[in-house]
């Protein structure tokens, strides 16, 4: 993934365009990219401008600027109101209410729709996005019905990250694409929870309200700092002591509703950047239950 340095009203010349080995797959804008027809492509914010080849992707990398609603992607959204059929959440201060149908939710009927009350937390997919329109959220996958990690976020705590550390995190690889491994140094001396969100919000629950604000505390710190990968790794080891080892793990049932999968490794695992990390413990591996791919584990008192 190569980058380059751009600004606003410059043209995208045609050898800084992904060059893809497979010509069936379109070539894809993303934020901060505009298309003039017939074959004019200008950057609208000043940032890195970013190509992958593998994606056939192309997409300006910056820290400022407002979040503007893309279809497709996870956001984290509050309730603020709700109506008859639909809630209305705040994905931002200064953007219209994003509307949540209560039946997209995960095998959700007229009778066992979810009760969100104001201030609730959701983890939510954009699914529709127009600057005509209110943007519309969805709390499950159209094509399987699956929750796939979204939905309420219960406990835990909100941050708030600037927008080109969301996309950071949110990478398929943080540390090799990113160049950040704070959470996964921390999550080698801590258990905790994480949900990234392309709004600028990252929501962590860990065992103790300390811990969550050291966590979350940390990210917020290699975000303003700008940290190198040594510095994180600095940084961690500085506020996380590593723990005393335990024998066993114990599932949290509510997390194992139906999918009751077994994983036989310690390493975190992740859908749709929903990400567990449970720590460097020995387990007995039938004791930790992985539901839609999230593992779950909890210490024995």
Same mark, same amino acid.
């Given at each position: 993934?190569?980058?380059?340095?751009?600004?606003?009203?410059?043209?995208?010349? /045609?050898?800084?365009?992904?060059?893809?080995?497979?010509? *069936?797959?379109?070539?894809?804008?993303?934020?901060?990219?505009?298309?003039?027809?017939?074959?004019?492509?200008?950057?609208?914010?000043?940032?890195?401008?970013?190509?992958?080849? %593998?994606?056939?992707?192309?997409?300006?990398?910056?820290?400022?600027?407002?979040?503007?609603?893309? &279809?497709? +992607?996870?956001?984290?959204?509050?309730?603020?109101? *709700?109506?008859?059929?639909?809630?209305?959440?705040?994905?931002? =201060?200064?953007?219209?209410?994003?509307?949540?149908?209560?039946? #997209?939710?995960?095998? #959700?009927?007229?009778?066992?729709? =979810?009760?969100?009350?104001?201030? *609730?937390?959701?983890?939510?997919?954009?699914?529709?996005?127009?600057?005509?329109?209110?943007?519309?959220?969805?709390?499950?996958?159209?094509?399987?019905?699956?929750?796939?990690?979204?939905?309420?976020?219960?406990?835990?705590?909100?941050?708030?990250? /600037?927008?080109?550390?969301?996309?950071?995190?949110?990478?398929?690889?943080?540390?090799?694409?990113?160049?950040?491994?704070?959470?996964?140094?921390?999550?080698?001396?801590?258990?905790?929870?994480?949900?990234?969100?392309?709004?600028?919000?990252?929501?962590?629950?860990?065992?103790?309200?300390?811990?969550?604000?050291?966590?979350? %505390?940390?990210?917020?710190?290699?975000?303003?700092?700008?940290?190198?990968?040594?510095?994180?790794?600095?940084?961690?080891?500085?506020?996380?002591?590593?723990?005393?080892?335990?024998?066993? #793990?114990?599932? %949290?049932?509510?997390?194992?509703? %139906?999918?009751?999968?077994? /994983?036989? &490794?310690?390493?975190?695992?992740?859908?749709?950047?929903?990400?567990?990390?449970?720590?460097?413990?020995?387990? +007995? /591996?039938?004791?930790?239950?992985?539901?839609?791919?999230?593992?779950?584990?909890?210490?024995? #008192?």
């Amino acid at each position: 993934m190569a980058t380059k340095v751009v600004l606003p009203g410059e043209e995208i010349s /045609s050898e800084l365009l992904p060059t893809s080995t497979n010509p *069936s797959i379109p070539l894809k804008l993303g934020p901060g990219l505009r298309h003039i027809p017939p074959s004019t492509i200008t950057p609208t914010v000043a940032g890195s401008l970013c190509v992958d080849n %593998r994606k056939n992707a192309i997409w300006v990398e910056s820290n400022g600027g407002r979040y503007t609603p893309q &279809t497709g +992607d996870l956001v984290i959204a509050t309730v603020h109101h *709700s109506s008859t059929e639909v809630y209305h959440c705040s994905i931002t =201060p200064y953007t219209a209410y994003a509307q949540l149908p209560q039946l #997209a939710f995960e095998g #959700a009927t007229k009778k066992t729709r =979810p009760q969100l009350t104001t201030g *609730s937390l959701i983890y939510a997919r954009v699914s529709l996005a127009s600057k005509h329109l209110d943007p519309e959220l969805e709390c499950l996958n159209p094509s399987t019905g699956k929750a796939d990690g979204m939905g309420e976020l219960k406990g835990g705590m909100v941050f708030d990250i /600037s927008l080109g550390m969301a996309r950071r995190l949110m990478m398929p690889k943080p540390g090799e694409q990113g160049g950040i491994v704070v959470l996964e140094e921390i999550g080698e001396r801590l258990p905790f929870e994480v949900a990234v969100g392309r709004n600028g919000k990252i929501w962590i629950d860990s065992k103790g309200i300390k811990e969550t604000i050291l966590v979350g %505390r940390a990210v917020m710190e290699t975000d303003r700092g700008l940290l190198a990968v040594e510095e994180q790794r600095r940084l961690a080891m500085s506020n996380f002591k590593t723990q005393p080892c335990v024998t066993q #793990a114990k599932i %949290r049932k509510d997390w194992i509703l %139906r999918n009751k999968s077994y /994983s036989t &490794t310690a390493a975190e695992e992740t859908v749709n950047n929903r990400v567990i990390y449970p720590g460097r413990y020995p387990y +007995d /591996s039938k004791l930790c239950g992985i539901h839609n791919n999230i593992l779950s584990i909890r210490l024995k #008192a």
